[in-house]
């Protein structure tokens, strides 16, 4: 189920890719690397559950944050100069 | 681990899955936006409740990454669709009546402004 769990993100993570290179505009890519950031998220909850451990859960925190303030000065820079 | 840890897990992660399949195929960028914050957010908070439920000693861990995401995650959302509406060149497919667009207009055509 776990392992299941996991193929599935891998698929999830995998559609957030292709929209990231695709594009076509700037503001898809900021969305799709939003999206993965919350795919990561999950990801090493997940990892944390297969392992029956909390050692990488301090990950998820610092690619949140990261996440967030990434996508909110991309954000900023779409809406002055254009995407 | 038990199965109703695997049961949710597997639950959201086919939510997010679902989100990803939307952000792939759906064709102007508020509809991508549409798939990815609302179908994500259940599927994580699945997710979430899922390793809560399992990892004993990372629950503190695990429920502040998730507020913050939940807090974050249409507060980005925001951002990024006003970016777009303003900026030039991007297509959002506008359906129905622009209210923001009226707005707008009229703030920038009344006197004193």
């Known amino acids: ?83 | 681990m038990d199965a109703l840890t695997g049961i949710l897990a597997v639950l959201g992660a086919l939510l997010v899955v679902l989100a990803g399949v939307g952000v792939l195929r759906f064709r102007d960028l508020y509809s991508r936006m549409h798939a990815a914050t609302k179908a994500t957010t259940l599927g994580f908070a699945l997710v979430a409740l899922a390793a809560a439920l399992a990892v004993d000693a990372g629950r503190g861990k695990i429920l502040l990454a998730t507020v913050f995401i939940f807090v974050t995650g249409p507060a980005s959302a925001h951002f990024i669709g006003r970016a777009a509406y303003r900026a030039e060149g991007i297509d959002v497919r506008l359906d129905g009546p622009d209210d923001l667009g009226d707005l707008l207009d009229g703030a920038a055509g009344s006197p004193g402004e």
């Not at chain 1, 996991?6 to 076509?24: E, F, H, I, K, S």
């Not at chain 1, 301090?58 to 002055?80: C, N």
């Open chain 1, 1 to 83: 189920m776990i392992a299941l769990a996991l193929v599935l993100l891998l698929v999830a993570g995998a559609c957030y890719l292709v929209r990231l290179v695709v594009g076509p505009s700037l503001a898809d890519r900021i969305v799709a690397l939003d999206g993965l950031v919350v795919v990561i998220v999950a990801a090493v909850f997940v990892d944390a559950v297969r392992d029956d451990s909390p050692r990488f859960l301090d990950i998820t925190l610092v690619v949140a944050m990261v996440g967030f303030t990434g996508a909110t000065a991309a954000a900023r820079f779409v809406e002055r100069r254009g995407g």
